[in-house]
């Protein structure tokens, strides 16, 4: 296993500063690492850990100034460079067996492709489709007409409701729901009736999404994740949303009913959306925002409501001093009422 | 499929101005209905997608003034009307077959009713009981003693934990919990000490629960959630509380223990309840708000803490204007002192 | 069933002020307490519903003054003897029967304890290891190389994933999710790659988890959930996180990736912590607080974002003023211009 730095500065792709024929035994974060194995410094600012860490080599930026004591490897994107090398250490491991276990129920009419693997206790619907080399775990059940593309994965105890339908090589973690139904009641006469959701899910090619997220199918028509997206664990999707390419979405997020996200946002933890906005490319969501009005994009906001996140440090930094204010305004009034007497007295 | 629209205003229960010969083919939202299909728009405020849609036919308010360049239906509640429609072009399919699947556990002295649907690796305890025509999807688990009542959905892998209550019409969506533990422990000598959860959880008729929700069971007594209560996904309730009846509560809303929340409410998406309060009929909660203190009831409260929706919004206001408040209060300051000085100048 | 009140007295270990010789029936909360049933008292400040209740008999704090017109038992923790009450009343039943259900799964080398119980088609992996007397529910999933203590009870369908280890005595309730990856992803040419998470997930002895709870593996080495943790439903633990010991977290509370709880804290409902930050021993974190910077301990923050919370309580108290203060502000404007006018004229 063990590995010499050369090689690892080869696979990479970063340029080698030091002895190429030292061995490294494996990888670790930069307050971790022991000696023999190599870590990395994605940003300047953690550069302050330099001078701690005991690994036997270095992943860093390629613009980084300095000298380093210890053989280093520089690299344009060192994150990605030690996401290599994390894969060379750590080859992923089958999650189960390949084949159809003898206890997954198959509906009919449900095509399979080749070179998969279906764990204990699967359910499958009828009508349904799974893709060439997808891994369904134990305890996932699939609704009728379901369709899951190729090379996917689908963590044990994930439920995809009936008719959804994956793209190719979408990861969902375990406990995750796709295409439940949409929360829509029409009010008549102070009791609320069930509006059937008879839409659906799609989600796209390169999707990953963490475990127990809810995503709803839409009342009509679909609500959609599009390709490359990434979200996190315990997200709230509601019907008939859309969420653009390359966006990544942290833990606990919650987006209202047929809210439209854009390409390449970054929405932090437990922000929540209104329903019926359009936010748009590009756009950064401070955590725990709760984003009530439509975002051109370009930008970032936070704060409840959120507002450009310039204004929001503004308006957080004046709060702090408001109890101060509040005694400043008191006394100016003390100072008014004094110079109003006076000016009396000398009329 | 296709009907005449003579029909659909029938069965809407709505007053057609139009011709009742022409054919629908579907239902679909107004930004997205093709020709052929019919659409509604719920609220005046949504008039302006009037002009852009390609639907062939509109169910609108009966009090909306304007004429129309296409049919339209005129119903008192054209979203409850247009449920009928949805229902009529997308009859509900059954989500599995009736019968118990061969592979479902059923423990001793398990009650089950008459034309009921157990799917595969459904776990149903000892002592339980199911109603008449109740459908328990694939990977249910019901602990000992649970009982469900009539014409219930249990979507797959929904837990009901021992002992709970549900009464009839009840839908659970997939990965819902009913039942866990409440959160109790007594501190002593610096450890917390488990308060064993002997209560239960009683839901009744006609509630409606999303996906991956938690409702814990009493510590003694019951948590309850009462008829025609809809709730969405990720919610937490938890041990001893009530909520009413006809009362909607968005996704990701937590509700601490022992809270009680009155009639017909309308509780936003995210908010969050402290323990040991109540919250009166209709009220209203913002999303995202956090309700510290009781409410009385017929009124609407927000933010955090919450308080009347009205003051909020003037505090939210104010607070946008701070930044420029805490300028001016300066340039007060600079001028009183200036008019301090030149009043000492004059004496 | 019924219980004299001086043997419930030897059993709390409290101190009896009343007739032993009484029949007790059982225990209730003191506002459901029914004649017959004894409750308890666990703080003066709900010492107003002493006049209502029906019980029979009271658990008080010792220190509790006044006298009492019914039979008290005088506790120095007036809460964990009346958990020791229920318990004797309620004394815990098994959830499942003993044993190994048949349609549950094993797989190769794994080894499994005496005396327990694993449920009906539960799926336990390769070169796991279930120590003795735990109880694994029906559905529950063990992902290869899991490791689960002695005296554990995973609730129905809770996964473990790979390689995650539990200690002795560590409850799970349903559908929690132990090791599903982390959030992490190397952005390169406008795209997110996925980093492998191959660290894992440590739960040492007497955790208590509840339901839909999601604790993410590491990315490299741990996320470790310390001794006599409690945590609640629906939270969620980002890769590489530690919990200190003894600590309690409330639902719904999110810890984004690589920040550190101390010991002995107390952290409210739907709180959210920024990743990389040390939050010391013995902090209280009020609910829905947003923690974005390092707390240094023995304190309580709140807020958004979280300070002192004595602090926020002058700010929510001043932004309470702050519409009024506006109008203030305005008025001595005018009477300030006044004043320059006046003096003005004078001069």
């Known amino acids: 296993v063990p590995l010499r730095l050369g090689d690892i500065a080869e696979i990479t792709g970063g340029v080698l500063a030091g002895d190429p024929s030292i061995f490294i035994t494996g990888v670790a974060k930069i307050e971790e690492a022991r000696p023999g194995e190599i870590t990395f410094l994605a940003n300047h600012k953690y550069a302050k850990h330099?001078?701690?860490t005991r690994a036997s080599a270095l992943i860093v930026p390629d613009d980084m100034p300095g000298n380093f004591d210890k053989p280093v490897i520089r690299s344009k994107n060192p994150y990605l460079a030690f996401m290599k090398a994390v894969v060379v250490f750590h080859p992923p491991k089958p999650l189960i067996e390949k084949g159809i276990h003898s206890t997954a129920v198959i509906g009919e009419n449900t095509e399979l492709g080749t070179e998969l693997s279906i764990?204990?206790?699967?359910?499958?619907g009828r009508r349904c489709r799974i893709g060439h080399r997808t891994?369904?775990?134990p305890g996932v059940i699939l609704g009728d007409g379901a369709m899951v593309g190729d090379d996917c994965v689908l963590h044990a105890n994930v439920c995809l409701r009936e008719g959804v339908?994956?793209?190719n090589r979408v990861i969902l973690h375990n406990g995750t729901v796709v295409g439940s139904d949409g929360f829509g009641f029409a009010l008549d006469g102070g009791k609320y009736h069930k509006i059937p959701q008879v839409g659906t899910v799609v989600i796209e090619d390169d999707v990953e999404i963490g475990s127990n997220t809810s995503i709803d199918r839409a009342t009509l028509g679909e609500t959609r994740i599009k390709r490359g997206t990434k979200m996190d664990n315990l997200i709230q999707i509601a019907h008939n949303c859309s969420v653009g390419e390359d966006t990544v979405i942290a833990a606990q997020v919650g987006i209202a009913g047929s809210t439209v996200i854009g390409n390449n946002c970054r929405i932090g933890g437990q922000a929540g959306f209104a329903g019926?906005?359009?936010v748009g490319d590009n756009t950064t969501v401070g955590g725990g925002s709760g984003v009530l009005r439509p975002v051109s994009g370009n930008t970032m906001?936070?704060?409840f409501p959120a507002r450009p996140h310039r204004d929001e440090l503004h308006v957080q930094a004046a709060m702090h001093k408001l109890p101060e204010l509040?005694?400043?305004?008191?006394?100016?009034?003390?100072r008014i009422q004094k110079l109003e007497q006076e000016l009396k007295k000398e009329c």
């Open 119 to 124: 764990g204990a206790y699967a359910v499958i």
């Open 50 to 52: 330099l001078g701690e």
């Open 326 to 334: 509040l005694k400043e305004l008191k006394q100016l009034k003390e």
């Open 135 to 137: 891994i369904v775990m």
């Open 301 to 303: 906001v936070s704060g």
């Open 165 to 167: 339908v994956l793209g």
């Open 276 to 278: 019926h906005i359009k």
